[in-house]
């Protein structure tokens, strides 16, 4: 609604925020702060994102250039002092200006963070009849889920819908009214609360991560130390040996995420990672999620976030009514406006588990041969619209498709998304 507002507004807007969807839809103009130096661009967040990446490979050959010469100048400089005689000094100036350009800050934008999580097991955890209540309100009613391997989910719904305590119940720091989560034998948890923030405000940053491991292992064997590990969260060595007091609120939270992943678990319970994060930290998180070897559950108002993050989301609309939908954020927005209004009657229905495995159970009714044909064309075709789906989801997480293309891809997903719930739908009714 606010978007919608402020795009049909003819009012001046300065605003500060870290949420990129909303930069995208509402800003025609961006201003950003780098190494003490203010940049502007006209246009929205996307358009901000291509210019800035041609700004940087613009800096960056200027600094690859400067480093050619320095090194040029550098033996100059070395040769016996009769060399450079007072004629020279303004060669000797420009030597140390070269000098300050060539030591700019250069950023890397492809490091992976590949950590080798700790084994887990097929079995990870499955909720059973779970009910939970306060009060009037309904949080579950009779809820049924069984968590798959690798499986990287993401939580939305509004204010008050439950989800926080979801978490909480699957935590064990509440308990359920009736039913119950089974844990596998070999979980992990590495779980990020929104109120799980306390440090030793005396201690030092580096001395905070080092009392939980001394390194980090990596996919490819090798380890990672701690001072190393703080780094990519943008802690630099001056920030690592500062005290815990001396931080900001948004750089405590980069520290206590870093105490959760340090821990190397091998499920990742998140409850509003974001919140006092800034954009170049989300980033970094980004990608360490998408290469996490293991499984992941993120509670966010983020939708950039869940985007890039999530591969399917449980929508909490309240009042006991779960929906489990195949798809991220905005899927899940673009099948809602081609969906009529939800039946009151679903409200309260437990979620199915999973996607339904394509085989014919035991016990069923006798089918026609119409019928027969029919099945098995269906069992063809919802996999091959789900290679399709899944190919598109991957194009569009890439950010590489141009505009037009992306509008197109858009379009496709959510008539495939249709055809495939249409589809199974029909296959169940033929199996029963």
């Not at 978490?167 to 039913?179: A, R, T, V």
């Not at 929104?194 to 064997?221: C, H, P, R």
């Not at 943008?234 to 007091?245: G, I, M, N, Y």
């Not at 993120?298 to 006991?320: C, P």
């Amino acid at each position: 609604w606010l978007e919608g507002y402020l795009k049909r507004s003819t009012i001046s807007l300065l605003m500060v925020t870290h949420d990129r969807y909303f930069l995208d839809e509402v800003c025609n103009e961006i201003i950003e702060i780098d190494n003490k130096q203010i940049y502007a661009y006209k246009g929205n967040y996307s358009y901000y994102l291509d210019k800035r990446a041609e700004r940087m490979e613009v800096m960056q050959a200027a600094v690859d250039h400067a480093n050619n010469l320095l090194r040029k100048e550098l033996e100059w400089m070395r040769r016996q002092p009769q060399a450079r005689g007072t004629k020279a000094k303004y060669r000797i100036d420009a030597f140390y200006e070269l000098e300050k350009k060539a030591k700019q800050r250069q950023e890397d934008n492809h490091v992976n963070l590949n950590v080798k999580a700790s084994y887990i097991g097929s079995s990870i955890f499955e909720a059973k009849h779970v009910s939970k209540t306060f009060g009037d309100i309904r949080i579950l009613h009779d809820f049924n889920y069984i968590f798959s391997r690798y499986e990287k989910l993401g939580i939305v719904g509004d204010n008050g819908t439950g989800k926080s305590t979801f978490i909480k119940m699957l935590m064990g720091e509440i308990q359920p009214d009736s039913g119950c989560f089974t844990i596998g034998e070999t979980v992990r948890f590495g779980y990020y609360s929104q109120d799980g923030l306390q440090f030793d405000e005396k201690m030092k940053v580096i001395d905070v991560v080092q009392n939980i491991a001394e390194y980090i292992t990596l996919g490819n064997g090798k380890a990672l130390s701690v001072s190393q590990f703080l780094n990519y969260f943008l802690f630099t060595p001056e920030k690592q040996h500062s005290f815990v007091h001396k931080l900001s609120g948004g750089e405590k939270r980069r520290l206590y995420l870093c105490t959760v992943l340090m821990s190397n678990p091998n499920f990742l319970v998140l409850d509003e990672p974001t919140n006092d994060l800034d954009i170049v930290t989300l980033n970094v998180l980004e990608d360490y999620l998408i290469h996490f070897k293991g499984c992941v559950i993120v509670i966010s108002h983020d939708r950039y976030f869940m985007d890039k993050v999530v591969d399917h989301i449980l929508v909490f609309h309240g009042n006991a009514d779960i929906q489990d939908f195949p798809g991220n954020y905005t899927q899940y927005r673009l099948w809602k406006t081609q969906q009529s209004p939800r039946s009151s009657a679903t409200s309260g229905q437990t979620v199915a588990t999973g996607k339904p495995a394509y085989r014919q159970p035991s016990g069923k009714k006798k089918l026609t041969y119409k019928e027969q044909k029919e099945l098995e064309t269906l069992e063809q075709e919802i996999p091959t619209l789900e290679d399709e789906k899944k190919s598109i989801e991957e194009a569009l997480n890439s950010g590489t498709l141009p505009i037009e293309e992306l509008n197109r891809q858009s379009a496709r997903i959510g008539v495939l998304i249709g055809e495939i719930d249409e589809k199974t739908m029909r296959w169940l009714e033929l199996s029963e």
